[in-house]
């Protein structure tokens, strides 16, 4: 899948959340990269890292806490079609995907995540 379909997949994923939690994301950048940083296509792990939230979760952000940046999340695109044999299995683990990084966004664990 081209970049820029892959970004748009994941743009329309963002647009379709419900109100209460679009209104709620704040200073939020969403990204696409191939591969997580170490990784090449060369050297695949055993389990891929399909997305990843790099920031502080809403329920830790304090008005006293000093910014570091804004937060974002990233996907990405090299591993996620490595995981699927179809563009809408692309598509769906795009959508998979961020609705579990934006999930940690708003504070929730890996527990909580398993089956969303």
Known sequence: MEREEFAKVMQTVLDSLPEEFRSRICNVAALVEDFPPGQTLSSRPKKLL???????????????????????????????????????????????????????????????????
């Not at 995907?97 to 995540?113: K, N, P, S």
Request: aromatic letters at 10%; proline letters at 3%.
């Open 50 to 116: 399909l997305g990843l939230f790099h920031g502080v979760p809403m329920t830790r952000k304090s008005v006293f806490g000093l910014s570091s940046g804004p937060d974002y999340v990233v996907l990405y695109q090299k591993n996620i079609e490595a995981v699927c044999s179809s563009a809408a299995e692309i598509q769906e683990q795009i959508r998979r995907t961020v609705i579990h990084e934006f999930g940690h966004y708003f504070g929730m664990d890996e527990a909580q995540l398993k089956n969303v």
